[in-house]
């Protein structure tokens, strides 16, 4: 009888963490944001005498445009909208920061956060016949648990083999 139960304890408890697992990394949750947010973006540029601090913005522009494109087209999809002209992606920019500036032995260095608009990108890649995925990102936290059941004892971290 006790081995009997040992047996249902040692294929019950991984098929519940399983599950518990998957429930976690699959879940589906809608994303009602309005924008997409790229951020820390970060560009260094030479300061000299031709140095225009609006040509470092646009660059991280574009930065942040092509970090966009690669989290929601597919990369054969990628290809056809590489080459967007600037004044495409300012219109599809909603706002952006600075988070940081600051110059250090003649070099120009700012970090950016851009956000798009979520419904002009979305239009863009139907005119172009593609159809996007929305990332979703999640923080997990995984605390691993050793229970013995001879003893009766849960194991947490510094005991914790595991861990």
Known sequence: MKNKMLLVKSTVYPIIFTLALLK???????????????KNVEISKQFNMSFQRKDALDEGFKIAYNNLILNITKS???FKLKDLSLIDIKTMIDNFSIKEEKFI???YYVNLDVSFNKKKIFSFLEKKNIFPSQPKKKKILFIPVVIEEEKKNIILFSENKFY
């Open 24 to 38: 976690i990394f699959f879940s589906t949750t809608f994303s009602f944001a309005e924008s997409f947010d790229i």
């Open 105 to 107: 032995d003649n070099i």
């Open 76 to 78: 054969k999809d990628q």
